[in-house]
């Protein structure tokens, strides 16, 4: 039944026009507002603030605080880290030391995608007996493939020694499982963790150091307005607060403008990666094997390739994944359609075929890599982990950096705290010592090593060209090359208009390998109630329409691995069209 326009609700509305059903409805755009003809889609605070409205007079704004020595914001491998050696060295001194974690996800782990390849490095360094543990690495890799592939065709390419994307002494893992098991490590030493609590502000003393963080108000409707359960965030403030928000996180854009963090490097550039869990025929597993490929069905110019990792946890179990670089040139291609005609390649359809799909997620990655990588500390704080991006690009590995920044900066902490002759300027402490520490790591000669490799790949040759970098000059002088390649600017300056590009017709779904969005979202445990506040905070709610739209021809509705409906969204909006988005999620 076709229904008006005025009708619709506003989002309705920007949600209709976005998908051109126009052409059959007739164009009357509502005014939600007397003073603009701007629908209004955003409602949260830091856009129009609760101030200046009327709903929320009266309402009680008081927030509670407790005091610790150490504040983490992230319970990934990188904040657990952090925090598991924070209490070892606090335990190993007899010191009392309070360390408060807080993650979003309900549980420690479920917002973390498994399957992965570990490179152990860092985590044997933190857990010297993780065998009599029992941590969950059961897949060592037992067999490494690389390959090109065109459309019909798959070209086996040599994993050379020394090359990144040897896995050798790796360990196929379910990473959730994983971060689950430091969750319960971390609070067996006496961690403080905090799931189900999102830092949704970051506190300044006076002096301008951080404070510490505030969790997210609660019991907020749609339209921004408080329920009668509306309940106010509980404030963390501590000596140091340590970010380990992950790719992109919306407290580090902000310390990023405060602190003018990015002053000194590159433009951070970033990938999408999409991730399916299978369960195959057990004829067709091959515990330990690793896959990967570059080539169909992207183009020499669209950075990207595949995974497929065979893990051994008791049933036939494969994680398959594809990773696109968001500094893609044409509107109109859908990372998400292209993992799933991926999977219907002569090489890869063969080991799908029978199987059932039992999980879908995707993920923002940081792929700028030594070049890109922010000042890390500043008067109160510091980020680690995937915060600022300490991913090997062509290793595809960021787990082990991530957990060596977190310990690093533990070490650090714990250092200046127990300190008989502390002195600080600054309310906050700042560890400058973190960062130092960290460029005297194998961390640092690491990201050094591969930080022409990513750039290399811009040039007419595009990722074949970075093959040939990579077998010339890393095989061979492993990085030693006495230049530094730059990233051609933001991914947001690669993408074209649409009238300048061709539409990329995808093949339909067939149900069995390739899958459409909704099914997909269905598998990726994301739960929103029907009754509260968008997750995706526009500065400018005229943007959409006016440049996306016009312009782009709405890539939103092709980039978005959830269809709008997960956070991952609000990543790709702004490095994509460079949104003035936001900060809130």
């Not at 335990?91 to 993650?103: F, S, T």
């Not at 309900?106 to 065998?131: M, Y």
């Not at 330990?288 to 995974?307: A, K, M």
């Not at 070490?411 to 200046?416: N, S, T, V």
Request: charged residues 20%; proline residues 7%.
């Amino acid at each position: 039944m076709l229904v008006r326009l005025t009708k619709l609700s506003c989002p309705a509305y920007q949600w209709f026009h976005a998908l051109k059903i126009k052409k059959c409805l007739p164009l009357c755009a509502p005014r939600c507002s007397s003073t603009s003809a701007v629908p209004q889609i955003t409602t949260h605070y830091t856009i129009h603030p609760r101030e200046k409205d009327k709903r929320w007079e009266g309402v009680n704004m008081e927030r509670f605080a407790e005091e610790a020595d150490v504040v983490i914001v992230g319970a990934g491998p990188a904040g657990l880290s952090a925090a598991i050696r924070l209490k070892q060295l606090a335990a190993e001194q007899e010191k009392d030391i309070r360390v408060c974690l807080v993650e979003k996800a309900a549980q420690i782990g479920a917002h973390t995608l498994s399957g992965a390849c570990l490179d152990p490095a860092a985590f044997k360094e933190l857990f010297p007996d993780w065998k009599e543990k029992g941590a969950p690495l059961n897949t060592p890799v037992t067999e490494d493939r690389f390959a090109i592939l065109t459309e019909k065709h798959r070209i086996p390419v040599p994993i050379l020694p020394g090359l990144p994307m040897n896995n050798h002494g790796n360990y196929i893992v379910r990473l959730g499982h994983l971060v689950s098991w430091m969750g319960e490590q971390a609070e067996a030493l006496g961690v403080e963790v905090y799931p189900g609590y999102a830092a949704a502000e970051v506190l300044y003393h006076e002096d301008g150091s951080v404070k510490g963080i505030a969790t997210n108000d609660v019991g907020i409707q749609k339209d921004g307005a408080p329920k009668t359960t509306f309940e106010r965030g509980l404030e963390l403030h501590a000596k140091v607060t340590i970010f380990a928000e992950g790719c992109h996180g919306h407290l580090a854009k902000q310390l990023y403008k405060k602190f003018d963090l990015r002053a000194s490097c590159d433009a951070q550039t970033y990938g999408i990666g999409l991730k399916e869990l299978w369960v195959i025929d057990e004829k067709k597993w091959k515990p330990g094997r690793v896959d990967h490929t570059v080539g169909w069905p992207l183009d020499r110019h669209t950075y990207g390739g595949s995974f497929l990792y065979h893990l051994n946890e008791g049933e036939p179990l494969v994680a398959v994944g594809f990773v696109v670089g968001l500094d893609y040139q044409n509107p109109y291609l859908s990372p998400f359609r292209e993992f799933q005609r991926w999977k219907h390649h002569p090489s890869i359809r063969p080991t799908l075929e029978g199987g059932k799909r039992i999980a879908y997620g995707a993920r923002a990655l940081n792929e700028g890599g030594l070049q890109s990588i922010p000042k890390l500390t500043f008067p109160g704080g510091l980020l680690i982990g995937c915060s600022p991006g300490f991913m090997n690009v062509p290793k595809i590995k960021g787990t082990h950096t991530a957990m060596k920044s977190g310990s690093l900066a533990a070490e650090a902490i714990f250092k200046q705290l127990t300190s008989e002759n502390l002195q600080s300027k600054t309310a906050g402490l700042h560890v400058t010592e973190y960062e130092d520490n960290l460029k005297q790591s194998w961390v640092w000669k690491e990201l050094h090593a591969v930080r022409n490799i990513r750039p290399s790949c811009h040039g007419i040759l595009g990722v074949y060209g970075g093959m040939i970098y990579t077998g010339i000059f890393y095989w061979i002088l492993r990085g030693m090359e006495p230049w530094t390649l730059k990233h051609k600017g933001s991914d947001s300056e690669q993408l074209k208009p649409a009238k300048d590009c061709t539409p990329i017709e995808y093949p339909k779904p067939d149900g069995q390998i390739s899958f459409d969005l909704l099914s997909s979202v269905a598998l990726s445990g994301t739960n929103h109630e029907h009754d509260q506040p968008a997750h995706l905070t526009l500065k400018d709610d005229s943007i959409p329409v006016n440049r996306n739209l016009s312009i782009y021809d709405g890539p939103e509705q092709r980039f978005c691995p959830a269809g709008f409906l997960c956070v991952t969204v609000l990543v790709v909006l702004e490095l994509m069209i460079r949104l003035p988005l936001p900060s809130k999620c």
